[in-house]
């Protein structure tokens, strides 16, 4: 009876110091940086999804952005919709002129200051599939944009961030701690994580912060279903016979049953879950190291990629087509 009473308190005990330390935790992070106004906030990827909600938000809260657009319509709509103090810029992370000129453009705004935040957020996520069906060409064009241009955009503007002492934000993916499907959309945002940590670490001696946003599955271009059904299809239709025989004919339907099963029915139209850590990210005075918007990524994707990897395979081979050749 005593033994009961004294594990009932030990639990008590150690309930009550986690909800201590959430409290000083909640409380700790609800300080934010002063004078948002004279802060220029460097986005990419601003022409949908995460960067324009982030643009138009940051806009509204009296930072200084500069949105930089992969297209010039992405860059109009912008415009329509925020303040004079947005700018807007074109950027397309694969080319070192680009990179080179939207900084040059940074750096005559932001002068002695510096740049407060950059947020690496321009991403693509096909093509996707099994690893058999790629070649190298195919991994290369993702690597490039979601890993080869994200650290580009970087170094072209850490002597500003470092002025400023300010932030890197890095968008990766719960697909950067858990390899769930073929193809290169996960080894890139696995490079983005590697890339995040180094910089941390050799940053912090400068007094910049480095943070890295690890979203779950949600409703925008890049989760978009008719996108990655005609990934499917147009990675099928480049398959030799040889593929397509251990694949089986309907295998590109039975994907895309999968893909609406497993993807469709766990996305999250509140992009707002994202846009907040990012904003807190770049806000705060005690941002987090990482960020998991998302149910899915809280309560599935993070804690699975803990677990051994006998474990995760069981849980997401079957979530995926099999091959018609299966071995059981
Ligand atoms: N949605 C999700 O479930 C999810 C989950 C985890 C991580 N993420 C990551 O979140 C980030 C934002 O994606 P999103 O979901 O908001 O999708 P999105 O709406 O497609 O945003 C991606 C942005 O990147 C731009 N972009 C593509 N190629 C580019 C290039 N070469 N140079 C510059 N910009 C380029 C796109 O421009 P265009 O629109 O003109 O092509 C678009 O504005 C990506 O890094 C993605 O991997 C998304």
Not at 259 to 275: E, G, H, R, T, Y
Request: with cysteine.
């Amino acid at each position: 009876m005593e033994a009961q009473f004294c594990c009932c308190e030990m639990f008590l005990c150690v309930l009550g110091l986690l909800a201590l330390w959430f409290l000083f935790r909640w409380y700790r992070e609800l300080a934010t940086v002063p004078n948002k106004e004279d802060k220029y906030v460097y986005i990419t990827g601003c022409d949908s999804g995460f960067g324009k909600l982030l643009a138009k938000h940051l806009d509204k809260l009296g930072f200084r952005v500069i949105a930089a657009c992969y297209t010039e319509k992405g860059e109009d709509e912008l415009k329509k919709v925020s303040s004079d103090r947005l700018n807007t810029v074109h950027l397309d992370v694969v080319s070192t002129h680009s990179v080179d000129k939207a900084t040059a453009f940074i750096k005559s705004l932001v002068g002695e200051k510096g740049l407060w935040a950059l947020v690496n957020n321009a991403g693509i996520s096909v093509p996707s599939g099994p690893c058999d069906w790629m070649t190298i060409e195919d991994y290369k064009p993702m690597l490039d944009v979601n890993l080869g241009g994200l650290i580009a955009v970087t170094l072209s503007v850490l002597p500003l961030i470092k002025k400023a002492r300010g932030r890197v934000v890095n968008v990766a993916s719960v697909f950067g701690r858990l390899s769930a499907f073929g193809g290169p959309y996960c080894v890139s945002k696995f490079g983005v994580e590697a890339f995040n940590d180094s910089l941390r670490m050799n940053m912090t001696a400068f007094g910049v912060k480095v943070l890295c946003i690890e979203p779950g599955f949600f409703k925008t271009s890049v989760t978009d279903i008719n996108l990655l059904r005609l990934n499917i299809l147009t990675l099928w239709n480049k398959q030799p016979e040889e593929i397509k025989e251990q694949y089986g004919d309907d295998y590109p339907e039975r994907a895309n049953a999968m893909l609406k099963k497993n993807v469709l029915n766990w996305l999250d139209a509140d992009l707002m879950k994202v846009v907040n850590c990012m904003t807190h990210a770049i806000s705060a005075v005690h941002p987090r190291t990482r960020y998991s918007p998302g149910w899915d990524a809280k309560f599935v994707w993070l804690p699975l990629s803990y677990m051994p990897s006998w474990l995760s395979d069981k849980v997401l081979i079957p979530k995926v087509a099999q091959p018609k050749v299966a071995v059981h």
